[in-house]
């Protein structure tokens, strides 16, 4: 089994979408293994994205995501990484295909409504960015 860490952004979380996305993942063979709603300050939205710092969006992105709720979690499956990719669709909505998560509950290319890692060394590093040993319950 994989893991990888998937972030519902604010934007789900605000129009209440949350339930539906956990459903969604659940249902494509997704286990929840660690789970929680917090809220990232500037300083850990800059470091969590700072691989996109020198991007255009990157203020935007950092405004965006530090404006309200998300939900962090990690999940488990076969080949983890690249099937919550898949599950989640491209990142603008418009190019998403049918039937993903962004398809179905984004708005835009910023809010775009989950994260997904992209690598297993960053899901590595991702779910220890938002998780404890403890929280994560042996995985
Ligand atoms: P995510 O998969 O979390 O990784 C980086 C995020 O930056 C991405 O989703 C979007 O929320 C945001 N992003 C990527 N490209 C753009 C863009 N061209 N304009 C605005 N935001 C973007």
Do not use: C, W
């Not at 691989?51 to 999940?75: K, Q, Y």
């Not at 909505?93 to 690598?119: C, M, Q, V």
């Amino acid at each position: 089994m994989n893991h990888t860490l998937a972030i519902i952004k604010p934007d789900a979380v605000a129009s209440n979408k949350a339930g539906a996305i956990i459903a969604h993942l659940e249902k494509e063979g997704f286990k929840v293994r660690a789970l929680r709603m917090t809220r990232l300050n500037p300083e850990q939205a800059r470091a969590f994205y700072a691989v996109h710092s020198e991007r255009p969006f990157f203020e935007s992105l950092v405004s965006f995501m530090t404006s309200g709720p998300v939900i962090p979690m990690a999940l488990e499956a076969e080949n983890a990484v690249p099937r919550l990719r898949e599950t989640i669709g491209a990142t603008d909505p418009a190019e998403a295909a049918e039937g993903t998560i962004r398809a179905l509950h984004a708005e835009s290319k910023e809010r775009n409504a989950i994260h997904a890692s992209d690598s297993d060394e960053n899901a590595r590093n991702e779910i220890a960015f938002f998780f404890s040993q403890f929280e994560l319950l042996g995985l």
